[in-house]
């Protein structure tokens, strides 16, 4: 599919061929500014509010945001190894343990995930635009809002076109600017809270506990672990793994942490924390609000252009045959268009809350299947294994052990799911706790390795290289 610029002046074309060695380049740390700087926004705040709007007392959701994240971020950072070692994208990977034809679903799973996540990430950029066009004097008409949707999509566009060498560099850069102005903010208001008051709080019972511990993983280093391979792919094969790991989860799970327990402090003083344009900035000083505003829209921009570099690569695993820069494109407009709904139909909510309650159910066997066969071929991959290719003949186009431990997994996810839109019977039984995540990971886990311990996984050679 093309060869990679090292030019920051053309588009990278790249999709998932492999990355031969002459092009590889960057060290593991790089992984640490590419992680911080997608996960520092104004949405991370959001959701330490959720946590508390729950029902969790300040203390009870700070420690739900550390644990939650102490169990997501390892997934990020271990499914961020393959990369050096393969060459490719995560999805394609998966490619190993379900084969290239069985593949493709979990390539559509993926796409979906990350286009929800456009889409939230864009209608919130929106909102803010348009508050900052009344706070001027110009009214939200539909026609405003349709330019706003379109204008602010288009510069959303333009770092994944760029491709990964500029979004290695310009994340590096982004991640500093964050980082002050997020320390501003919690400057102004952490002084505002009642921290005596917080910690008499009643709280919520254990089940809810769990219930938060889930949304804080589905909202970060879980739903992250399918893009982990996708960056660190271009790093040299001798890239220490250990640093790779360390280095992307660190990224982010100090500023998922730390932004959590803001969002979470903004959230005990007042009621609106949730809504990070139209409620939350009430509690800071007016000079702040446009800044903020302007903060909210970059951070969320920046964010975008990491989920839209992954998401059409993701659909070419799932066999869609279009170019890289076709498939951002296309995200890109049915981005928009699922904006304009949500803009005109106020829904953001109901709509955020429903998708991160469900996304676990496939995304939690997943990575348990993916991670599992990763340590059974103690990370030797065979490029042939990689390629989904129809002339292929005399392998498997469908990996059983793969397919069967992913519905296994997602079954039992699903009893003991506990979201605003579905509740499990397990969950039920088990007084309202969320297990999805855990019982997902557990069953799928165990069941690829039954399956497929015994599978004669061959090693991969430097000298073959594959078209995918």
Not at 49 to 74: D, E, K, R, T
Request: charged share 10%.
């Amino acid at each position: 599919m093309g060869r990679t610029s090292s030019s920051a002046s053309r588009f990278e074309r790249r999709g998932i061929d492999l990355v031969p060695d002459t092009e590889r380049y960057g060290r593991p740390r790089d992984l640490m500014f590419l992680w911080a700087g997608t996960t520092m926004t104004v949405f991370t705040v959001v959701y330490g509010a959720f946590v508390v709007a729950l029902g969790l007392s300040l203390g009870q959701a700070v420690l739900a945001i550390v644990v939650g994240n102490l169990l997501a971020y390892p997934l990020l950072g271990l499914a961020s190894v393959q990369g050096p070692a393969t060459g490719t994208t995560t999805l394609t990977i998966s490619r190993a343990s379900y084969g290239p034809k069985g593949a493709r679903v979990l390539g559509v799973f993926a796409w979906l995930t990350l286009v929800g996540f456009e889409a939230g990430g864009l209608i919130l950029v929106v909102f803010a635009a348009l508050t900052l066009l009344e706070r001027a004097g110009v009214a939200a008409t539909p026609a405003v809002q349709i330019v706003a949707i379109v204008a602010l999509a288009g510069v959303q566009l333009l770092l994944p076109l760029f491709g990964h060498a500029v979004m290695m560099k310009a994340q590096k850069y982004f991640s500093a600017v964050f980082a002050v102005a997020f320390a501003v903010m919690a400057a102004l208001v952490v002084p505002q809270v009642d921290f005596g008051a917080a910690s008499t709080a009643e709280g919520a019972s254990l089940s809810m506990f769990t219930v938060a511990v889930a949304l804080v993983m589905a909202s970060g280093g879980l739903s992250w672990a399918p893009s982990g391979s996708n960056f660190s792919r271009y790093l040299p094969t001798t890239a220490s793994r250990p640093a790779v790991a360390w280095y992307a989860a660190l990224g982010g799970f100090v500023p998922y942490v730390l932004l959590q327990i803001l969002g979470a402090v903004t959230a005990s003083i007042t009621l609106d924390a949730s809504d990070p344009i139209s409620g939350l900035p009430g509690v800071l000083p007016a000079w702040f609000v446009v800044p903020y505003l302007v903060l909210a829209m970059v951070s969320l921009l920046v964010q975008n252009s990491t989920n839209l570099y992954s998401s059409g690569l993701n659909l070419q695993t799932a066999g869609v045959p279009v170019s890289r820069i076709g498939m951002v494109v296309a995200d890109t407009v049915l981005c928009a268009v699922i904006t304009y709904v949500a803009v005109v139909g106020e829904s953001f909510y109901d709509m955020l809350n429903a998708f991160l309650g469900l996304l676990v159910v496939w995304m939690a066997p997943w990575v348990a299947v993916y991670l599992t066969d990763w340590r059974l071929r103690r990370g030797r991959y065979a490029p042939a294994e990689l390629a989904d290719r129809p002339g292929d003949r005399g392998r498997a186009r469908f990996g059983t052990p793969g397919l069967v431990a992913q519905a296994l997994g997602m079954l039992v996810a699903a009893l003991w799911l506990h979201s605003t839109t579905y509740v499990g019977p397990l969950s039920t039984w088990t007084g309202g706790a969320d297990l999805s995540i855990p019982a997902g990971l557990l069953t799928a886990s165990l069941t690829y390795w039954a399956l497929a311990r015994r599978a004669a996984f061959r090693s991969s050679d430097p000298r073959e290289r594959a078209t995918l």
